[in-house]
């Protein structure tokens, strides 16, 4: 897909959006679900905002901006991100901060090199900006700043992203991406014109898939929440929409029988905490959909078992899971052990479940 491309669902918007540059704000914060396509709209955004012949607001593709969008090297485009993010899009471990002064860079390229790649987007990055923007635009027009994820911003990160939005530098637009916005500084969002973005009808992100060559693409719609670009990937990786490991986990659950969490904590300790606790959270939803009567909404496959697993009523201790494995989510980048962490969480699923059936069969 061209960097200039915005995906099928996002064009009306985008139209919208960039027809008003007249009162373009000098920071925006795009969100909404995960894997709907908000990093690669940004990145359309911005290739239009570059453009030197918009056509209706939008990248015309042909100009001398649009080549060096597209070749990834336009200097009037910063892409500030945490290192790890920069690796897995298949960048060098860069410094994107060592505009900020040779000794600096120096300092940092040497650290890098003894440290592993940063999670976080760091407070030199947002620093290491200044030089850029105390520069004239190279071809006259906009300079823009594409932040993402804007929940990596730290503290600190933060505070000095907020120096500079309070006396924003000329002719600059600042583009953040986020999933949760409510994890960015309060005076961060302050500062920010919000731009949510709707998750696409099932209908055209089911024509979208099927073009993408994705086999059950309902099945993994639903899986992801509606999320087509998280469909994709996913698919991408083989498996079925729901993980064997889940179904098998909690087919044994309705069996009355407690599952082999020592083993299981064993597999999923090999992945990050959020590969394995996001289909764990979205269980927690199917449970309570269950227990109310009403249809899965992300594994349909897993029904029969749920319905053996909850009481004819709702059940406070489902509620009370849901919110556990939330408060498990906001913590999973910093468990001391994987296997532990991920044991205690299997743990606590398999006792609530266990629990809650012999409630219905008593």
Request: proline share 7%; aromatic share 6%.
């Amino acid at each position: 897909m061209s960097i200039a491309a915005f995906l099928p669902w996002h064009q009306h918007v985008a139209e919208q959006w960039l027809g008003h540059r007249e009162r373009f704000a000098h920071a925006w914060l795009i969100h909404g679900l995960a894997g709907i396509g908000k990093k690669e709209f940004a990145l359309a955004a911005a290739a239009s905002l570059l453009c030197e012949e918009p056509v209706s607001g939008m990248a015309c593709g042909k100009c001398l901006a649009c080549g060096w969008v597209n070749s990834g090297n336009h200097p009037d485009l910063k892409r500030i991100r945490p290192e790890t993010v920069a690796l897995e899009e298949g960048a060098e471990q860069e410094a994107e901060d060592s505009a900020a002064g040779e000794s600096s860079a120096t300092a940092d390229a040497t650290s890098s090199s003894k440290r592993a790649p940063s999670k976080e987007i760091r407070a030199e990055q947002i620093r290491g900006l200044e030089p850029w923007f105390n520069n004239a635009t190279h071809r006259g027009g906009w300079r823009v700043a594409l932040i993402y994820p804007a929940e990596s911003l730290n503290a600190i990160s933060g505070n000095a992203l907020l120096k500079v939005l309070e006396e924003p530098p000329a002719n600059t637009v600042f583009l953040l991406v986020a999933d949760a916005p409510d994890r960015l500084l309060a005076t961060l969002l302050s500062r920010c014109r919000r731009l949510p973005l709707a998750t696409p009808p099932l209908d055209v992100a089911h024509e979208w898939l099927i073009a993408q060559g994705v086999k059950q693409p309902d099945g993994w719609l639903a899986a992801c929440g509606g999320a087509p670009l998280l469909a994709k990937k996913l698919a991408a990786q083989g498996n079925q929409p729901c993980p064997d490991w889940l179904s098998a986990f909690l087919k044994t659950l309705s069996q009355s029988t407690m599952p082999d969490i020592g083993a299981l904590a064993d597999v999923l300790s090999k992945s990050t905490p959020a590969e394995w606790l996001d289909p764990l959270q979205r269980l927690s939803v199917d449970l309570m959909l269950s227990a109310h009567n009403i249809s899965c909404r992300y594994y349909p496959s897993l029904e029969p078992y749920l319905q053996l697993l909850v009481a004819s009523k709702p059940s406070a201790a489902l509620s009370d899971l849901t919110a556990f494995l939330n408060d498990q989510r906001r913590v999973a980048g910093h468990p001391l052990s994987g296997k532990l962490f991920a044991h205690s969480v299997l743990q606590r699923i398999a006792t609530v479940c266990l629990q809650t059936q012999a409630k219905k069969e008593s």
